[in-house]
């Protein structure tokens, strides 16, 4: 099946500092990918859907200013967690699919850990 | 509003089946997908259904009634391994994915 690589898996970083976090498609382009977030024991949320070359759509009660998303190429999102605080520590992981009717490809998942 | 519903947990003895239900009530439909979740891991695609009827693969087999809004997830010959969260989503009208919490599948030997 494709392949969506999501880096890094893990990350630890101090409150009020930003992260970046990199999803790419390997063997297909993706126009759309999608952000979750999934806090534990319970479902994955979508946060937004990222378009290639313009604005991410976001969810309602996501802070687009907090949680920035670049959607640059056709192969890559970038999900931004900005002035992180230990509240945004979660489990994040993208998804993307080759096509409008096929399964979702999902990445590895960063866990995300603020102190 | 949009709803999708699964058993929060299931528990199943080694080598049998368990059935796990979902029911969703959408804007729009295409398709309901099954993935496998193990603990701290992504979520990896176990089937996809867009038609009504059975859809086998291997020991995994998803069945779709649209009218009814209503799928399962069979699994027979239970391993250990198929311990995980099972989650069903439907991809609705806009072609994005509605989650359902997931159900919790514990396998005992």
């Known amino acids: 099946g494709a392949v969506v690589s999501q880096h890094p898996s893990w990350v630890i970083c101090k409150s009020g500092t930003s992260v970046k976090i990199e999803c790419r498609s390997l063997?297909?382009?993706?126009?759309?990918m999608f952000w979750y977030r999934q806090f534990p024991k319970q479902s994955l949320m979508l946060m937004a859907t990222s378009n290639e070359g313009s604005k991410a759509t976001y969810e309602q009660g996501v802070e687009k200013d907090k949680f920035l998303i670049n959607h640059a190429s056709l192969t890559l999102s970038t999900l931004t967690v900005t002035s992180a605080h230990p509240e945004d520590s979660s489990f994040y992981i993208c998804?993307?699919?080759?096509?409008?009717?096929?399964?979702?490809?999902f990445g590895q998942g960063t866990r995300l850990t603020v102190v | 509003g949009q709803n999708i519903d699964q058993p929060t947990e299931m528990t199943a003895t080694e080598g049998a089946i368990v059935q796990i239900n979902c029911t969703y009530q959408?804007?729009?439909?295409?398709?309901l997908f099954w993935y496998q979740q193990h603990a701290g891991e992504a979520p990896t695609f176990l089937s996809y259904?867009?038609l009504d009827g059975l859809e086998e693969k291997g020991r995994f087999s998803s069945f779709l009634s649209r009218s009814k809004g209503y799928s399962y997830l069979l699994l027979k010959e239970l391993q250990m391994k198929d311990s995980a969260s099972y989650l069903c989503a439907v991809m609705d009208s806009n072609y994005q994915l509605i989650w359902g919490a997931g159900t919790k599948l514990i396998i005992k030997p």
């Open positions: 998804s993307a699919s080759p096509g409008e009717h096929t399964e979702a490809f």
């Open positions: 259904n867009v």
């Open positions: 063997d297909f382009q993706a126009t759309t």
């Open positions: 959408t804007s729009g439909f295409n398709g």
